[in-house]
T-cell receptor
């Protein structure tokens, strides 16, 4: 299996622009998680989905952030408009989501820089 | 709410020596799971070891082992025969099905293996 795939790996954009991060989970996994990692705040859970349904989006910092999972093999995290404080590494992770197999598998991350 | 505390921001160890990373957590759940993840400079989050709370036996994966003290809510990671490739950030994480299958991560310990 190719593992969790994220694109792009690096994104540099100007303040005010729209940014879309993409994630393809491991095939057969039922749960998908979006995280943000910064030096100041560490690893933060933004939102997670079970069976394509958003379960908890309380970690989404504000209305500028939105996430979708239109099907089991694809999710997006969108920031509109972007701000310099959104600069971070964004990780997507997936998990089988069963009682016997629940560990999360992380993608390589997207390093976002907003200037 | 579940909280995970890693009180050692940075640690170092001589190559081939043994090092122990500390993790404590707070929960009212009785059935849960604990994990250690490694994040090397490549940024990739890698699962190192996991422990089910209902199991009394401490988990072991090659040079990595845990000391799980359920009553004390402590979950330390021991790395034996440290290698240069063990240099990384190490994150402790907690998950309980009763609170959703999201993970709660600690702030991480930066481990440097010195040649």
């Amino acid at each position: 299996d190719a593992g969790v795939i994220q694109s792009p790996r690096h994104e540099v954009t100007e303040m005010g622009q729209e940014v879309t991060l993409r994630c393809k989970p491991i095939s057969g996994h039922n749960s998908l998680f979006w995280y943000r990692q910064t030096m100041m705040r560490g690893l933060e859970l933004l939102i997670y989905f079970n069976n394509n349904v958003p379960i908890d989006d309380s970690g989404m910092p504000e209305d500028r952030f939105s996430a979708k999972m239109p099907n089991a093999s694809f999710s997006t995290l969108k920031i509109q408009p972007s701000e310099p404080r959104d600069s971070a590494v964004y990780f997507c992770a997936s998990a089988p989501g069963t009682q016997s197999s629940y560990e999360q598998y992380f993608g390589p991350g997207t390093r976002l820089t907003v200037t | 709410a579940q909280t995970v505390t890693q009180s050692q921001p940075e640690m170092s160890v001589q190559e081939a020596e043994t090092v122990t990373l500390s993790c404590t957590y707070d929960t009212s759940e009785s059935n849960y799971y604990l994990f250690w993840y490694k994040q090397p400079p490549s940024r990739q989050m890698i699962l190192v070891i996991r422990q089910e709370a209902y199991k009394q036996q401490n988990a072991t994966e090659n040079r990595f082992s845990v000391n799980f003290q359920k009553a004390a809510k402590s979950f330390s990671l021991k790395i034996s025969d440290s290698q240069l490739g063990d240099t990384a950030m190490y994150f402790c994480a907690f998950m309980s099905w009763n609170t959703g299958n999201q993970f709660y991560f600690g702030t991480g310990t930066s481990l440097t293996v010195i040649p």
